[in-house]
């Protein structure tokens, strides 16, 4: 594979056909920073409205190292994974505390941030410093993975030390930042998961071992699925005088530090409830799941009226906990339901 016409390629590629991205406009290092932290398992049509107001509301790293908690979650909110946010905050302080305030630009010192590893790394120095580096996600090794018909486990750690040390062998010494996301690019756009890559319009394809051989169907090895551990769980929308029970989920742990409707394990029945809350009216609510990673929430609930407050909980308006309190995705057909009460 000669370096200077796959560089050629690729680049002529990304200058014709890149999509517009905010944080490609201004690529100084806390935008590329913040935008690949939200990009991390999240779809870039999904990140863009985020990263708009994110930088809106918090435009340095010193706002983000002390914005209050719930303001940031509530900034985060639908985007989920809420430990990259956590450990977003955590690296902004040590930024202001280790380094001035300003991001490094050392492999070294950007790696001793909190959630900040070696492709995040790689990204920041390549893209916001123009750095010799390599920027190595799931895209990147995909289409690494079909260039050179590589059959093995592309998420085995060889296979990643081969493909990062094969990528660094071709990046140019200038536009080395446009040429990692030219790679990103085209594993987002062109060179497709699943058996479904665009090859025909590929500019990569006179280089590709896989199409060349009509492997590109089985390239990279599919992975087994783990299976997924379902939990049961009941939901309930505490009303009282048009205002709902919340509480805030343990810091640590799933889903940490945000906001929850009231909600206990397995599946409980209305008489169940009923003996729990004598003094109301109880109503069935739709039934949700929530796919995580590693587990599945099958959620039941219940809308239980009131007649008195109780003192476990606060309870909230609609409108304040849909403008304060981050409630995550996971509870998202219950705060629909909760509109449709009132």
């Known amino acids: 594979m000669d370096p200077t016409s ?3 390629a690729l680049l002529d590629w990304y200058d014709s056909s890149k999509r517009i991205l905010p944080w490609r406009d201004n ?8 935008s690949e932290i939200m990009l991390q398992q999240t779809r870039v049509e999904a990140v863009i409205p985020y ?20 303001k940031l979650n509530k900034l985060w909110e639908g985007l989920g994974y809420y430990s990259r946010v956590r450990n977003l905050k955590k690296a902004a302080q040590q930024v202001i505390h280790d380094f001035d305030g300003e991001l490094p630009s050392n492999r070294t010192d950007l790696e001793s941030l909190s959630g900040i590893g070696p492709y995040t790394a790689g990204a920041i120095r ?12 799931g895209n990147v090794l995909r289409v690494f993975a079909r260039l050179t018909a590589n059959q093995n486990d592309i998420k085995s750690p060889p296979v990643k030390r081969e493909i990062r040390r094969l990528v660094a062998s ?17 594993g987002a756009t062109v060179c497709l998961p699943n058996g479904k890559p665009l090859c025909m319009v590929c500019p990569l394809n006179s280089f590709c071992e896989a199409f060349q ?3 590109t169907d089985t390239i990279p090895k599919k992975q087994k699925k783990t299976k997924r551990r379902i939990e049961k769980r009941t939901v309930l929308l505490l009303e009282h005088n048009g205002k709902f029970a919340i509480r805030q989920r343990p810091v640590d742990g799933l889903l940490g530090g945000l906001y929850e409707f009231p909600n206990v394990l397995g599946h409980l029945t209305k008489a169940d409830v009923l003996k729990q809350y004598p003094d109301s009216t109880i109503s069935k609510l739709p039934k949700a799941k929530h796919v995580f990673s590693h ?5 039941i609930g219940f809308h ?15 409108e304040e906990l849909y403008a304060t309190y981050s409630v995550p995705t996971a509870f998202k057909t219950y705060k629909e339901a909760l509109l449709k009460l009132n």
């Open 6 to 8: 796959f560089q050629t």
């Open 27 to 34: 690529p100084n290092p806390y935008h590329v920073w913040v």
């Open 51 to 70: 990263f708009h107001r994110f930088i809106a509301e918090l435009p340095t790293i010193a706002d983000l190292a002390t914005v209050d908690d719930d």
């Open 126 to 137: 390549s893209i916001a410093f123009n750095q010799q580096d390599t920027a190595v996600d």
């Open 170 to 186: 071709l990046l140019p010494e200038e536009r080395v930042g446009d040429f990692n996301q030219a790679l990103m690019e085209i």
């Open 213 to 215: 051989q009509g492997l």
């Open 295 to 299: 587990l599945e929430w099958h959620m």
């Open 304 to 318: 239980v009226l009131l007649d008195e407050q109780i003192e476990q909980f606060p309870f909230v308006s609609p």
